[in-house]
């Protein structure tokens, strides 16, 4: 049932799990860095980082391990500063993390490591550039310490969430706050998913809630009982997700509907790491216990039964070799396939009292709550399912179809299929008949629908026939022609052609020209597509969502133009106002060459030049979506300008007025944390302190855009012109 290939055993509570080509990557709460080797499993090399410190809590959040650089960040306890390490031939470290006011309560790396985000006690959460672990941006602090991070997988937004239950997210490419959240839970940890839309999170009250980010509201909350949840990870079919928590048990959650699909009893209490490799699931425990999974053994086996359509052999490799296997999409979609036509056949045995055989029938789905629920439902209304067929065996079918009305389930029974078929085959026959010769063959016509006409539902429809042959016949003819839209008009003129089967042969024609027009947009292929959207917006079921995509369509081409024109104010600003935009190629070439300016801005910054800076984001300066990443690139200037030029005997010559420096810093930002630690270290502390003005986070967004804020001579400040 939990295929575990090998069990591997760390001194202390499992901190941090992840893997690079070669190696297992592990450390402990007693700061023991590991590596084992992927091929065999044997421990390759171990550093303890401190046998002084105090131990991380068991289940502490204050390390990561990166995806794809063999990195470690370690934060440890009663101490403002992190490491981070190295991980090549030797376990060594790089730099520190420096900017935190107090202990680090969690960190993470972002799924391709361009990002490393900690959060601490002082409620900060801080954002590093990964490369090279230099500080990027901060975030103003909340009331109480971080108790949970992570990245999208784009890596553009962060969620942060607290032990007071305040909780937000930011775009980091915009660097600002899209949501911010007040749930009645302290959330542990999250996964993004749909497209990074939504996210998915687990308490420490055992609830598991989703949110719309877009909508800005929970989705659903589901309790799994009273159980520590602490963390969570995507499975590789990402309509799923593990979750775990301080007690025994590794639960597998359907994404999109937060339900519990299935759950598995581990060996080991108190799960405090999770790493997914592909195939591979890595779980580490409290105990020092790590299990590594192999989460598609027997899959081939699997397939191959189902092929053969064998849902009991399938579940029977569930139950005894893979749990995990019940998330292939081949399994999904074959169960599901087995259950409309199992479902159909039960209800039928009900309705004649066979039990036994109708609960032998469907035992095999029944792992599945969903049609557990389904079938009890169907027992339930077994009673009217057998007056349905008894009246169709009495050939009574106005009142089977009266019972079917009152009833919608009974639609889903095989009989009622069977009886939706003779009267299409009578109502066809008649029709060709009328065609034919409508005087000639009337009286044949009626003999054939005679054991309809009682049925309310059909009588309207035979009374039609019957009497408007020439309707049905003109239908027809443009059915045939293809000239969908003028049969479309008739069927809106004369209601009654919309219960033929030919009306619902169209609106699946209508509905193919619609998967092919969004195949054809998905291509880029815009003017095929608009001509698609033509011929479907004649098609009157079809107008609105065709005119709605001559819309979009019309947006993207008028977006590609911009792009192409290097109107970027222009383009930037159709994106906000088209979400659909996001998607296309060329808006993710604008965003990647804005990061790609942000990179070279970045590195310009941290030498403290603001001028250069400003020059790699010229382009952007005007961009209203990026107002608040560029202030953030200009404070990190800002600082290291501040920094670069310390008071000092080599320096006294320039005349810097420090109070005023600050002050004009504290105009843009406001007097943050960043700006305090800088002025203790710059042995002005006292001049910051003398200031008690404490400005606005946000106030550069009413200041110029000032290549140095440092105040020299008593100068007003140099804007930065574009050239």
């Known amino acids: 049932m939990f295929p575990i290939k090998k069990r591997l055993k760390l001194i202390g509570s499992v901190l941090g799990l992840s893997t690079n080509k070669t190696s297992i990557l592990c450390i402990d709460n007693f700061y023991n860095i590991s590596t084992f080797l992927l091929e065999n499993k044997v421990i390759d090399k171990t550093l303890q980082l401190s046998k002084k410190l105090e131990p991380l809590h068991h289940f502490s959040k204050a390390v990561a391990i990166s995806y794809e650089t063999s990195r470690i960040v370690v934060g440890f306890t009663k101490n403002n500063e992190g490491i981070v390490l190295n991980v090549g031939k030797n376990i060594a470290p790089i730099t520190s993390l420096t900017w935190q006011k107090l202990p680090i309560t969690n960190i993470v790396f972002s799924p391709k490591d361009r990002y490393i985000a900690v959060g601490g006690q002082d409620g900060r959460v801080l954002v590093y550039f990964g490369e090279n672990c230099q500080l990027l941006t901060s975030f103003p602090p909340v009331s109480d310490a ?37 749930f009645d839970s302290v959330i542990e940890d999250v996964v993004f998913y749909d497209n990074n839309t939504k996210i998915f999170c687990v308490t420490r009250d055992g609830k598991t809630i989703t949110y719309d980010i877009l909508k800005k509201s929970i989705i659903s909350e589901n309790l799994l009982g009273k159980y520590w949840l602490t963390i969570t990870r995507k499975l590789p079919n990402e309509d799923f997700a593990i979750v775990a928590g301080r007690d025994n048990i590794l639960r597998i959650m359907h994404l999109s509907t937060n339900t519990l699909i299935d759950s598995i009893i581990l060996k080991h209490i108190g799960v405090t790491a999770m790493f997914v490799s592909e195939n591979m699931l890595y779980i580490g425990y409290s105990d020092g216990v790590i299990e590594i999974i192999d989460m598609e053994e027997t899959k081939e086996e699997m ?11 399938a579940i029977k490799i569930l139950q005894e070799k893979n749990i995990f296997l019940q998330l292939l999409n081949e399994y999904i979609t074959k169960v599901e396939t087995l259950w ?49 067929m008894d009246a169709i065996e009495a050939k009574n079918y106005g009142q089977a179809y009266t019972l079917a009305q009152q009833h919608p389930y009974i639609q889903n029974t095989v009989a009622y299929g069977e009886l939706e078929d003779l009267w299409e085959k009578c109502f066809t026959g008649a029709k060709k008949l009328l065609i034919a010769d409508h005087k000639l063959n009337l009286p044949k016509a009626q003999a054939l629908l005679k054991i309809f006409v009682n049925v309310k539902s059909k009588k309207e429809m035979i009374t039609m026939l019957l009497n408007n042959t020439s309707k049905f016949l003109r239908a027809e003819t443009e059915y045939k022609a293809r000239n969908y839209g003028e049969y479309f008009k008739i069927c809106e003129k004369f209601s009654f052609l919309k219960e033929t089967s030919l009306y619902k042969n169209a609106l699946y024609i209508g509905e193919q020209i619609l998967q092919r027009i969004n195949a054809l947009e998905n291509q880029a292929n815009y003017a095929k597509a608009l001509d698609l959207c033509g011929l479907l917006a004649s098609m009157a079921p079809f107008a609105s969502i065709a005119n709605e995509k001559i819309k979009t369509i019309e947006n993207k081409n008028a977006f590609i133009d911009l792009c192409k024109e290097r109107r970027l104010v222009e383009a930037f600003a159709m994106i906000e106002a088209n ?20 990179k070279v801005a970045f590195e310009y910054a941290l030498k403290g030049e603001g001028e250069s800076a400003l020059n790699a984001l010229a382009e952007y300066l005007n961009v209203e979506t990026f107002r608040d990443k560029i202030a953030s690139l200009l404070k990190v200037a800002y600082l290291a300008e501040f920094k670069l030029n310390a008071p000092s005997a080599e320096n006294e010559t320039q005349n810097i007025n420090w109070r005023e420096s600050f002050r004009h810093y504290i105009d843009r930002y406001g007097k943050d944390e960043e700006l305090k630690q800088v002025a203790e270290s710059l042995g002005l502390l006292d001049v910051l302190e003398g200031i008690s003005y404490e400005g606005n986070p946000k106030g550069y967004l009413n200041t110029i855009v000032a290549i140095s804020l440092l105040c020299i001579d008593n100068q007003p400040l140099q804007s930065y012109e574009i050239l």
């Open 146 to 182: 971080i108790s949970s991070l992570r990245f999208s997988e784009d890596e553009e937004l962060l969620f942060a969430g607290s032990f007071n239950k305040d909780t937000f997210i930011v775009n980091l490419l915009k660097n600002v706050q899209i949501a911010h959240m007040d």
């Open 303 to 313: 397939l191959k039964v189902l092929e053969q359509s064998d849902l009991k052999a």
């Open 340 to 388: 409309k036509e199992t479902l159909g056949r039960a209800i039928d045995l009900l309705a004649k009292n066979n039990i036994e055989e109708a609960t032998t029938l469907v035992e095999p789905f029944m792992r599945d709550k969903k049609k557990k629920e389904e079938f009890d439902y169907y027992w339930q209304q077994k009673e009217s399912v057998a007056k349905f």
């Open 579 to 598: 979400y659909e935009l996001y998607s296309l190629q060329e808006s993710k070439n604008l965003y990647d060459e804005f990061k790609s300016s942000v």
